[in-house]
């Protein structure tokens, strides 16, 4: 598919973009090679292709959930260079 600086221009306009003349010619022509690229794909036959089918068999990464003992809060504390209250304190960065 040819697509023309124009429209490439008319894109980058909507995306707020500003392209120097340059940059608006590599766009086009890779533009155009990324949509080749999509046509050739639609080219191959898919029938009988699940649409969510993966390349290997997959199956559900799901973990059950175990309760494990956690670290001791105050163990973790004692490497905090400032806390309070059980807590980690932090410098105030927004105003």
Known sequence: M?????EVLHVANLA???LSDG?????TKDMESI???ANK???????GVVPTAH???????????VVKPSYDRNA???NAPS???GGYTVPKVVE
């Open 35 to 37: 949509i080749g690229f």
């Open 16 to 18: 707020r973009l500003k």
């Open 23 to 27: 940059e608006a010619e590599a766009l």
């Open 41 to 47: 794909l639609n080219e191959l036959d898919t029938d």
């Open 2 to 6: 040819k697509i023309s600086k124009e």
């Open 55 to 65: 390349a290997i068999p997959m199956s559900n990464a799901f973990r059950e959930d």
């Open 83 to 85: 806390a309070d209250e």
């Open 76 to 78: 973790m504390i004692k």
